[in-house]
């Protein structure tokens, strides 16, 4: 991910700040995608708590794998091969997208600058672009 060091810093310091209350911000991240598209509802289970944890998870490798992101390469291809197999097409990542943003807005409050927020963006278009392209997704 071509992010400069501010930026991964605001990212770290952001997720540092949204892991005191995961389940809370998972929740509230899975409100705010099913607003945008409740049509994608049926393609999750019924335990969005479990979901939402696996999500913040996988957030937290992304954050974690911020200095080496050949690490996590291997790992979104899998995932990305996983979301083709459920039915998650490329479209589906721009709601998730906006989302996390609302997500991280509302957990961080002021901590969330307009700098962390295009931090994050940068960071979260590179990781779906790497689902998309690994999953082959249309």
């Known amino acids: 991910m071509p992010l400069s060091d501010t930026q991964k810093t605001q990212i770290r310091d952001g ?3 949204l892991r005191e209350s995961l389940l809370p911000a998972s929740l509230a991240f899975y409100e705010a995608f099913f ?6 509802r049926p393609m999750f ?4 708590a479990g979901q939402g944890m ?3 998870a996988t957030l937290g490798l992304v954050v974690d794998a911020l200095d080496t992101p ?11 091969r996983g979301h083709a197999a459920l039915g998650v097409k490329a479209e589906h990542f721009a709601p998730m997208g906006e989302a ?3 997500t991280l ?12 927020e295009a931090a994050w963006r940068a960071a979260y278009a590179e990781v779906a672009r790497q689902l998309v392209a690994s999953g082959q997704l249309a």
Not at 35 to 40: I, T
Not at 45 to 48: A, E, V
Not at 70 to 80: C, K, Q
């Open 35 to 40: 607003r945008r598209r409740p049509d994608l």
């Open 100 to 102: 996390l943003i609302d």
């Open 45 to 48: 289970r019924d335990d969005l």
């Open 54 to 56: 696996r999500f913040m």
């Open 105 to 116: 807005q509302g957990q961080l409050g002021a901590e969330f600058t307009p700098e962390a």
């Open 15 to 17: 997720f540092a700040h």
């Open 70 to 80: 050949e690490e996590l390469a291997e790992r979104l291809t899998e995932l990305g």
